[in-house]
């Protein structure tokens, strides 16, 4: 199905620094809870991802991300989730996250 420019529009991704991140042990499968900075109006928001195959908490501050950041947030536990962080599967199917190669502002929007 192709869709439009206005319909690639519609999905608001944007680049953000993550803060904070810690285990997810409630978690049906396991995650990692992330809080990322998306700086000026949007500032932090917070996600959880399946990514522990590749990533630890600690390795994860710092990390800038690309994420959908218009979605309703979305119930996972007993955490609420705020953003979609974005990733692709490796051969064996693990999570590596989407990330700019070069340091940018938070908040830079995809186009």
């Not at 990322?36 to 195959?53: H, I, M, N, P, Y």
């Not at 710092?62 to 955490?79: E, L, S, T, Y």
């Not at 064996?92 to 995809?110: C, I, K, N, Y």
Request: charged content about 25%; hydrophobic content about 40%; proline content about 9%.
């Amino acid at each position: 199905m192709n869709i439009t420019y206005d319909d690639f529009l519609k999905v608001d991704i944007r680049v953000g620094t993550i803060t904070r991140a810690e285990p997810f042990p409630e978690a049906r499968k396991p995650a990692i809870k992330m809080w990322v900075d998306f700086g000026g109006d949007l500032g932090e928001r917070k996600t959880s991802a399946q990514v522990t195959a590749h990533y630890t908490p600690d390795g994860l501050v710092g990390r800038q991300v690309v994420a959908v950041v218009n979605f309703p947030p979305r119930q996972i536990g007993k955490f609420m989730s705020e953003v979609l962080v974005l990733g692709v599967p490796d051969p064996d199917g693990e999570v590596v996250l989407l990330a700019p190669d070069q340091s940018v502002p938070d908040g830079g929007r995809m186009h």
